[in-house]
């Protein structure tokens, strides 16, 4: 299994401003993902980031929105830009790691932000 | 393209008795299936997976899962519900190198 950890864990921001999450591993893993889970509902994948590459931004997220960083093969950040109180949500970053073609994916401990 | 769905929002039972969550799936791909648990306030934990091995998916907490190809169906079932089970269930189909969830299903556990 893989541990990870995020900060913050929680945040409350005022529109307008950015929020940058940190999410570290504690092992070195290639596919790194950042979710959303909006208030009551189920987790939207945002982006894909590998290292080495740029992030790959899914349908209705872009990258001025939502810059993601992945300096190496255990560290990523997701910036949330010019927020608004839509943005309010848990962040959540996870890895997939892989053994003889059998894929498991382990999520970190979320981040909740509250924009006002 | 590949999409999940739960057919229960929410799902309550009495302690000790048997629990179903239901969970149908689309893939245009050989899917891997998962079930992950979310307590309230806590990660993610994952429960269990099918990835094209024994149909029948033994996970932890005493839960298990049938892959049943023609039903395209990958319900979870315990036969004992403990009220440590009351939390919300995530059935997820991966393909493409990517995850979807369906909605969730809120499990409730009376004494």
């Known amino acids: 299994s893989a541990v990870i950890s995020q900060k913050p864990s929680r945040d409350i921001c005022q529109r307008g401003t950015s929020l940058t999450i940190q999410c570290q591993v504690d092992?070195?893993?290639?596919?790194m993902f950042w979710y959303r889970q909006q208030p009551g509902q189920s987790l939207t994948l945002i982006a894909t980031?590998?290292?080495?590459?740029?992030?790959?931004?899914e349908s209705g997220f872009v990258i001025d929105k939502f810059p993601i960083s992945r300096p190496n093969l255990t560290f990523s950040t997701l910036t949330v830009s010019n927020m608004s109180p839509e943005d309010s949500s848990i962040y959540l970053c996870?890895?997939?790691?892989?053994?003889?073609?059998?894929?498991?994916?382990?999520f970190g401990p979320g981040t909740r932000l509250t924009v006002t | 393209a590949q999409s999940v769905t739960q057919l229960d929002s929410h799902v309550s039972v009495s302690e000790g008795t048997p629990v179903l969550l239901r969970c149908n799936y689309s893939?245009?791909?050989?899917?891997?299936l998962f079930w992950y648990v979310q307590h309230p306030n806590k990660g993610l934990q994952l429960l269990l997976k099918?990835?094209?091995?024994?149909?029948l998916v033994k996970g932890i907490n005493g839960f298990e899962a049938e892959f049943k190809k023609s039903e395209t169906s990958f319900h979870l079932t315990k036969p004992s519900a403990h009220m440590s089970d009351a939390a919300e269930y995530f059935c997820?189909?991966?393909?493409?190198?990517?995850?979807?969830f369906g909605q969730g299903t809120i499990l409730t556990v009376h004494p």
């Open positions: 996870s890895v997939e790691l892989v053994r003889d073609r059998d894929y498991e994916q382990y």
């Open positions: 092992s070195q893993v290639t596919m």
């Open positions: 980031a590998n290292q080495g590459s740029e992030a790959t931004y």
């Open positions: 893939s245009s791909y050989s899917p891997s």
């Open positions: 099918y990835t094209s091995a024994a149909t």
């Open positions: 997820v189909v991966r393909g493409a190198g990517k995850l979807t």
